[in-house]
């Protein structure tokens, strides 16, 4: 895990940056500048995009992911796997622009009664998704040589930046809402540029034609595992996107705009758990290669029990503040309180499971994903359907929430039977325990009298240190307690 926590730490630490950013531009400059309405407009833009760009991407990126380690590096084999790839996502791009035109007219018409002006900016999601879907190659190639960091740092910090930087034009009236939007999808394109560019620097990517023989069997189940992950990817990119797309068509883009801005807030809060997971799951496709379980179950139980501490303490963090946080945001987003408590309650599954994914779809029997995305999809789409109209944008999270939980448990259950690939360790249960208690005394601490943001500080400080103390002083997870006193040898080492 050394060079993992090396990699880690650096990704974090330039993803926190690009939290804080996130949460300037999402938390903040979008509620203050933009209607609720608008953010809804730019969110499922987003959202739609995001689909496009796996509907381009043909299964390619997880056959990189999971092929790419199959290819000697010497004879420049993985340098032209990967350009092949890359080929089949630029034929994908041009037959789903070809579909989203042919589409526009049920868009019209589902659409043209509550969001009317998301089919104004349809044709946006075009752009989007094509930027989305070339950097998601560009980075995952780089995954696989094991060069996280520069990818990490465009999404992260240079996007976001470009983004606050887009907004204050907006707030000082120097561009109109029309040419901010424009702009906002066009800055999705640096972070692919620079990467495009720093391939070709670094001549894992060229132009000139190249032939790679590959052997008919391996070629065949490189097709056969890209066919299948591109119908496995769809449904679950369905998933991801239709509670806000349902949202929109039942309750309108202004429900649309809170529910995506509280989604927000969940997917920053994973910040940390998809640094480690970037590079954690490159080593799966490894350990199948050499058939070392044994590993892949130490690497399995080490990130769920990392993985389990970190989502447990960012949803604390943000719960125990839960009111202050809110009050900074109009009336309109009073229900996002419980949208983030039901949707946070899947994603703590989510992370602490999160590696389970990966070994399954980068398995022999990765087939049978299949069956529980197909369960996810059905689980999302009917309880949306029932508790939507019933319930609102707390509906949405309740359905996603319950979906995410189920689809996780059924998949580590499945890895458990027939790997014997378990992420339980005993010290887990102290460590849920110990979090539980915390939030439940919390409740009986009296308020603090403060400023919010002076109350956030000081409960978020507090919290904190007994957080940390607890950990490091029963030794509820040996990675953790080794980094504290590594850096705390570091600094006080240093400092005599």
Excluded: C
């Amino acid at each position: 895990m050394g060079f993992i926590q090396k990699d880690t730490i650096r990704t974090v630490i330039i993803s926190y940056l690009g939290l804080i950013l996130g949460y300037l531009n999402k938390g903040v400059l979008f509620v203050l500048i933009l209607s609720t309405e608008q953010i809804g407009l730019v969110n499922l833009i987003l959202s739609v995009g995001i689909l496009f760009s796996h509907l381009s991407n043909l299964g390619t990126i997880n056959a990189i992911a999971k092929f790419a380690p199959f290819f000697d590096d010497r004879a420049n084999q993985k340098k032209i796997f990967f350009q092949y790839a890359l080929g089949f996502v630029l034929f994908g791009v041009l037959t789903v622009t070809l579909l989203s035109f042919l589409l526009q007219n049920k868009v019209v018409e589902f659409y043209s009664v509550k969001s009317s002006l998301f089919v104004d900016y349809y044709y946006w999601i075009i752009p989007v998704g094509i930027a989305n879907v070339l950097f998601v190659v560009f980075e995952t190639y780089l995954r696989s040589i094991f060069n996280n960091v520069l990818a990490v740092f465009l999404n992260d910090f240079v996007l976001r930046i470009s983004v606050t930087t887009l907004l204050s034009l907006l707030y000082f009236k120097v561009i109109t809402f029309e040419s901010f939007f424009v702009y906002h999808v066009f800055v999705y394109f640096i972070p692919t540029t620079v990467l495009l560019f720093y391939l070709v620097y670094k001549k894992e990517l060229s132009f000139k034609k190249s032939s790679l023989k590959i052997p008919t069997k391996l070629r065949k189940i490189i097709l056969s595992y890209s066919l299948f992950s591109y119908t496995n990817t769809i449904g679950t990119l369905i998933v991801i996107t239709m509670d806000a797309m349902m949202i929109a068509y039942f309750l309108g883009l202004k429900a649309t705009g809170v529910y995506t801005t509280v989604v927000y807030l969940t997917n920053a809060l994973q910040i940390p758990f998809k640094s480690l997971m970037r590079i954690s799951y490159p080593l799966i496709p490894i350990y199948w290669k050499k058939k070392d379980l044994k590993s892949m179950n130490s690497l399995y139980k080490k990130t769920s029990s990392i993985s389990l501490i970190v989502a447990l303490f960012m949803f604390s963090i943000v719960w125990i503040n839960i009111e202050e946080l809110f009050s900074f945001l109009p009336d309109d987003f009073s229900e996002g309180v419980w949208v983030f408590f039901f949707l946070m309650m899947g994603r703590i599954v989510d992370m602490y499971l999160g590696l389970n994914g990966w070994i399954l779809i980068t398995s022999k029997k990765y087939k049978f994903d299949m069956f529980f995305t197909g369960l996810l999809l059905v689980l999302v789409f009917v309880l949306n359907y029932l508790l939507i109209p019933i319930h609102g944008v707390i509906g949405a999270a309740i359905s996603t929430g319950i979906a995410i939980l189920t689809y996780n448990i059924a998949r580590a259950i499945y890895i458990s039977v027939v790997y014997k690939l378990k992420p339980l360790k005993t010290n887990q249960l102290a460590v849920l325990l110990t979090f539980s208690l915390l939030l439940i005394l919390n409740y009986f601490i009296p308020a603090i009298e403060l400023a919010s943001i002076f109350s956030i500080l000081i409960k978020s400080s507090i919290y904190s240190g007994i957080i940390v103390l607890i950990l490091i002083y029963f030794n509820l997870n040996q990675d953790v307690s080794d980094l504290f006193y590594k850096y705390y040898d570091f600094i006080f080492k240093r400092s005599k």
